[in-house]
């Protein structure tokens, strides 16, 4: 079992730059590929950015390719994504996500809003 708890959200003026931290309990944290998602009322749940174990190796949804950062510290039980050039079509709840071959784990989320 793993738990992901988000932080970091908040309000930010369009432009400007937030971090977004997820911390994962349990002490398996290196054998997930770990993700951020974004969902707003009423869309589906999408794609945002995924890192591999090592952190290595990132992928990224074409909209915020070139703006945000996804990051991991094994050691920490953390992964990040650090938000540049913040637009107000970013505005939604962001989740993290922990994937492995038998499991998927999801955080409760935390709220990005851009303002113009």
């Known amino acids: 079992q793993v738990q992901l708890v988000e932080s970091g959200g908040g309000l930010v003026q369009a432009g400007g730059s937030l971090r977004l931290s997820c911390a994962a309990s349990?002490?398996?944290?290196?054998?997930?590929?770990m993700g951020w998602f974004r969902q707003a009322p009423g869309k589906e749940r999408e794609f945002v950015a995924t890192?591999?174990?090592?952190?290595?190796?990132?992928n990224y949804a074409d909209s915020v390719k070139g703006r945000f950062t996804i990051s991991r510290d094994n050691t920490k039980n953390t992964v990040y994504l650090q938000m540049n050039s913040l637009k107000t079509e970013d505005t939604t709840v962001y989740y993290c996500?922990?994937?492995?071959?038998?499991?998927?784990?999801w955080g409760r989320g935390t709220q990005v809003t851009v303002s113009s």
């Open positions: 996500n922990a994937k492995s071959y038998v499991s998927d784990y």
């Open positions: 349990g002490r398996t944290f290196k054998s997930y590929v």
């Open positions: 890192i591999n174990l090592s952190g290595g190796s990132t």
